[in-house]
T-cell receptor
Framework: DSGVTQTPKHLITATGQRVTLRCSPRSGDLSVYWYQQSLDQGLQFLIQYYNGEERAKGNILERFSAQQFPDLHSELNLSSLELGDSALYFC??????FGTGKNIQYFGAGTRLSVL | GENVEQHPSTLSVQEGDSAVIKCTYSDSASNYFPWYKQELGKGPQLIIDIRSNVGEKKDQRIAVTLNKTAKHFSLHITETQPEDSAVYFCAADQGGSEKLVFGKGTKLTVNP
């Protein structure tokens, strides 16, 4: 068990809908990362938050947004869902590692999103 | 930006044999190279990592080698066991930042 908790495990919804994925990082970890994993694209970095602030952005669509709350949990919001958004969404957290050159990321078990 | 290529995409070995997975990266500023193992229905789990100031690191049956000049790094698993069957991902940090760029994964099957 990595210590990173993601809910829900599975989500089935229809095109055009909006969903929220939740992530609780490991105790003490300030950074949270979101990834999308699809069969043909591998693990794609979406966005990173550090202590409540957006720190880095990857290939995140404008229909997607995220935030990190004061208690450090994070939510990924996906709106106007399309069939192609069906994928596994992973959250990872990492401790403060600035300047160490070693960014260990611990992954949750993921949320499987199916858009029908 | 960083690009990480991983080969092979699938690998099948007999139990007890060795398995080698290779990755190349493009960003010469990358300093940190982790390897993750993902079992079916689970999230990726860090199994070993290496920093750019080290050429090789070993942990029991798993070893990683890094050639910074050639910009490639490899995962070596010796005496493979059926429980080693999983998808393995390599990654590299982008420009020494906190962002990791992942390879597309290698599905390793260890046949009993």
């Amino acid at each position: 068990d990595s210590g990173v908790t993601q809910t829900p495990k599975h989500l089935i919804t229809a095109t055009g809908q909006r969903v929220t994925l939740r992530c609780s990082p490991r105790s003490g970890d300030l950074s949270v990362y979101w990834y999308q994993q699809s069969l043909d694209q591998g693990l794609q970095f979406l966005i990173q938050y550090y202590n409540g602030e957006e720190r880095a952005k990857g290939n995140i669509l404008e229909r997607f947004s995220a935030q990190q709350f004061p208690d450090l949990h994070s939510e990924l919001n996906l709106s106007s869902l399309e069939l192609g958004d069906s994928a596994l969404y992973f959250c990872a957290s990492s401790p403060l590692t600035f300047g160490t050159g070693k960014n260990i990321q611990y992954f949750g078990a993921g949320t499987r999103l199916s858009v029908l | 930006g960083e690009n990480v290529e991983q080969h092979p995409s699938t690998l099948s070995v007999q139990e007890g044999d060795s398995a080698v997975i290779k990755c190349t990266y493009s960003d010469s500023a990358s300093n940190y190279f982790p390897w993750y193992k993902q079992e079916l229905g689970k999230g990726p789990q860090l199994i070993i990592d290496i920093r750019s100031n080290v050429g090789e690191k070993k942990d029991q049956r798993i070893a990683v080698t890094l050639n910074k000049t050639a910009k490639h790094f490899s995962l070596h698993i010796t005496e493979t066991q059926p429980e080693d069957s999983a998808v393995y991902f390599c990654a590299a940090d982008q420009g020494g930042s906190e962002k990791l760029v992942f390879g597309k994964g290698t599905k390793l099957t260890v046949n009993p």
